[in-house]
């Protein structure tokens, strides 16, 4: 059926490369009410038939296995629900732990597992604000999803090269998302563009080689286009708080639910640009004690963090923003393949403005 409204969001739809296979929530099922759905077991299929059709053709391959099982709305198979003590998040979890687990067996099973390289991580922290039975746990860090406290930035990573990284080894290398390219560049034997500044280091001396640190670098917390903290070494600098708006949290929205830290987990944009919040993240993951101002630790870690800022800034080309107009045209009423699958929807008459993003 074709409808359309101001109101409605056009579901998502489902691509196998560039065959349109459906939309979610339609054609691929996940009940909101029960939490039940196949399809982390459908993206887990998929992922072995993938690896098996590339290793019979002997051709190398990479694989993007990007299963969204644990982001609102929450969903398991019905053999993983109800199975876990953490309600339908850690029955989602415990899926993911198992899917990830068929994956590695397989490449045992088909013998190429010393010639493949595995590296597990996410995009963010755990969302604490989705309620009871939805939300995550960031451990001792402090908030989640959308903030630029340790609980909304800080991820787990593993990697797993059998007969080449060190089993059980563990490194404090600080690291980024960013830097999977560059590897995974140098992994394949290419070199990487020089034609352009990459913000990605090669972190293939940390992971094969456990012993052997990278330079001291820095990580940049921005929110939208303001750089909110610094991280370098132990030590972090927020020169804004924020947690989310007064006006969301008023309405049971609570990006840090029962952990608030007064004069940090603030609900107004708060600067501290002339004197920024620094914390030990050794002693204190948390962010619960900032470090006294007058102390020598606090004016000795300020200094080398302010070099590092300015470095950046002084450097620093800005991009121009993408996303700072919103159209409900251009969202997915009529993608490619659609009419195959009499899936197209009539879009409404495009009427941009300017996007409001509250977080």
Same mark, same amino acid.
């Given at each position: 059926s074709i409808w359309c409204s101001i109101f409605s969001i056009p579901n998502i739809p489902v691509?196998?490369?560039? &065959?349109?296979?459906?939309?979610?929530?339609?054609?691929?099922?996940?009940?909101? &009410? =029960?939490? &039940?759905?196949?399809? =982390?077991?459908?993206?887990?299929?998929?992922g072995l038939d993938f690896i098996l059709r590339q290793t019979k053709a002997q051709q190398p391959f990479f694989l993007y296995w990007a299963v969204d099982a644990t982001h609102a709305p929450v969903y398991a198979s019905k053999r993983f629900l109800g199975k876990s003590q953490r309600g339908r998040y850690g029955d989602a979890v415990m899926e993911l732990d198992y899917s990830i687990g068929q994956i590695l067996k397989w490449l045992r099973t088909l013998g190429i597992d010393n010639n493949t390289f595995v590296?597990? =991580?996410? +995009?963010?922290?755990?969302? $604490?604000?989705? @309620?009871?039975?939805?939300? @995550?746990? /960031?451990? *001792?860090?402090?908030?989640?999803k959308e903030t630029t406290f340790e609980g909304g930035m800080r991820e787990p990573a593993i990697a797993w090269w059998p007969g080449h990284i060190k089993e059980g080894s563990v490194n404090f290398q600080l690291a980024n998302v960013m830097d999977l390219f560059t590897t995974s560049l140098v992994l394949a034997g290419i070199n990487p563009p020089d034609d352009r500044i990459l913000d990605g280091l090669d972190l293939t001396p940390v992971l094969l080689n456990c012993s052997q640190p990278l330079k001291n670098r820095p990580i940049f917390y921005y929110r939208g286009n303001e750089l909110m903290a610094v991280r370098l070494g132990e030590y972090k600098a927020h020169y804004w708080t924020w947690s989310n708006s007064w006006e969301e949290f008023r309405q049971g929205i609570n990006f840090c639910p029962g952990e608030e830290v007064p004069n940090v987990t603030t609900h107004e944009q708060k600067e501290h640009t002339l004197q920024p919040l620094i914390f030990h993240l050794g002693r204190d993951p948390g962010e619960k004690f900032p470090l006294? %101002?007058?102390?020598?630790?606090?004016?000795?870690?300020?200094?080398?963090?302010?070099? %590092? %800022?300015?470095?950046h800034k002084d450097t620093l $080309?800005? @991009?121009?923003?993408?996303?700072?107009?919103?159209?409900?045209?251009?969202? /997915? !009423?009529?993608?490619?393949?659609?009419?195959?699958? @009499?899936?197209?929807?009539? #879009? #409404? &008459?495009?009427? *941009? !403005?300017?996007? +409001? !993003? #509250?977080?």
């Open positions: 691509y196998n490369n560039s &065959e349109m296979l459906g939309r979610f929530y339609e054609d691929f099922k996940i009940d909101r &009410e =029960t939490g &039940e759905s196949n399809l =982390t077991q459908i993206y887990l299929m998929e590296f597990f =991580t996410s +995009d963010n922290g755990a969302a $604490v604000m989705s @309620g009871p039975n939805e939300s @995550g746990s /960031n451990g *001792p860090f402090l908030c989640g006294s %101002v007058l102390s020598k630790e606090y004016q000795d870690a300020l200094s080398r963090i302010s070099a %590092v %800022v300015q470095q $080309v800005p @991009g121009i923003p993408q996303l700072n107009m919103c159209d409900s045209a251009v969202m /997915n !009423w009529a993608p490619a393949g659609c009419e195959k699958l @009499g899936k197209c929807l009539k #879009p #409404p &008459e495009s009427n *941009p !403005w300017k996007c +409001d !993003w #509250p977080h």
